[in-house]
């Protein structure tokens, strides 16, 4: 059994909500429980848009249930009808994804027996307010969600295993099989790196200290990303095109994976440039490699004019080279650009006395 910080905090939540209520109102303080349970999300931001939501969607359920008792009564079928105008009314405002609270307080007001029926919409309506507005309380200043670790260990796990494929892929050391396997795996840890990359945008406070460095932060985990991609498509290209890659002649093959080679040697530094490990002003061979690249590039257009016959490429035959040609210069460019956003950032941060690692 796991018992991570988002269960700690619902249950924390729950408690304030209802000990709340129970003070303001007596006898009452269940939905305001309900309101916290549900409004406890993975990020701050979910919680600050889901409170507007629901704060809404429930001031619009409390008050059309009172109204609906109020003018016509409240018997069974007439409580299924109102149910189905609020779900209606709800949708047609966009606040589809909180219709369930606002259901329950709707059919929590229109079956109590009150004399006073709108003094009790009233006390329903402000219990979930509590519930809502203490769960995001709780959410934003107790331990606040920290996605910053698992976004960089997973696309740095990832993208080291990315790296060893490729290395084995290009002197054959791989089966086709296991390799759709390991694609399959690689495909899931990118879906992975975007949820986190996402719930890492929506973590992040407009009011907290040094929300500039975290702005910028964002944006290398971008292209960070982005280089994760990258490595993954020339992996994916590799495979896909393994008998373009083993027809290149023997030197044509060394110096790709020379080049390629540089490049992964390039990407593993960067991370640990951006981890502290390696100083801001290093890794500088992508610029002072220019002539190798052209170079490759000729080589890679002296093969296809020499290979590809024009019915090669109508039948999509000679297309293999163009799309690993393609890949790796791809993938040179998002390194490129990421080394230069890490170097600016590391000489920033470190001139501040501030590491992305701190968080981790």
């Not at 919409?121 to 709780?138: D, H, K, N, P, W």
Request: proline content about 2%; aromatic content about 10%; charged content about 20%.
């Amino acid at each position: 059994m796991k018992l991570g910080a988002r269960s700690f905090k619902t249950g924390l939540a729950v408690a304030l909500s209802l000990l709340l209520a129970q003070f303001l109102f007596p006898e009452s303080g269940v939905i305001a429980g309900i309101s916290a349970v549900s409004s406890t999300q993975p990020s701050v931001a979910r919680s600050y848009t889901f409170m507007k939501e629901r704060l809404l969607a429930n001031t619009i359920g409390g008050v059309l249930a009172a109204l609906i008792a109020w003018s016509v009564g409240s018997n069974l079928l007439i409580i299924g009808l109102s149910v189905v105008i609020l779900i209606s009314l709800l949708n047609y405002l966009n606040l589809g994804k909180v219709i369930s609270l606002s259901v329950v307080t709707m059919i929590v007001i229109m079956v109590s027996t009150s004399d006073n029926l709108f003094y009790t919409a009233a006390i329903r309506v402000a219990e979930t307010f509590i519930g809502v507005v203490v769960a995001f309380l709780v959410n934003s200043f107790i331990h606040p969600p920290n996605y910053d670790d698992r976004l960089f260990h997973t696309v740095d796990y990832a993208t080291s295993e990315f790296l060893v494929w490729l290395r084995a892929g290009l002197r054959k050391n791989t089966e086709f099989s296991i390799m759709n396997k390991d694609l399959k795996w690689a495909r899931q840890q990118l879906g992975l790196m975007d949820k986190y990359f996402q719930l890492m945008q929506e973590s992040h406070m407009p009011f907290r200290k040094k929300r500039m460095l975290e702005l910028k932060q964002l944006v290398i985990y971008r292209r960070m990303l982005a280089c994760s991609r990258s490595a993954y498509h020339v992996l994916k290209v590799l495979h896909d095109h393994e008998n373009v890659f083993f027809s290149f002649s023997p030197d044509m093959r060394i110096m790709i994976r020379e080049r390629l080679e540089t490049l992964m040697s390039g990407h593993e530094q960067i991370m640990l440039k951006f981890s502290g490990r390696v100083p801001a002003e290093q890794v500088n061979f992508f610029e002072a490699n220019k002539e190798e690249r052209q170079l490759l590039v000729k080589r890679f257009f002296d093969h296809t004019r020499k290979e590809g016959e024009l019915s090669d490429f109508t039948n999509q035959k000679g297309y293999g080279p163009i799309h690993l040609m393609s890949a790796i210069l791809s993938y040179e460019d998002d390194l490129i650009h990421f080394n230069k956003l890490v170097t600016n950032y590391r000489s920033n941060v470190t001139h501040h006395g501030f590491s992305p690692m701190d968080n981790f």
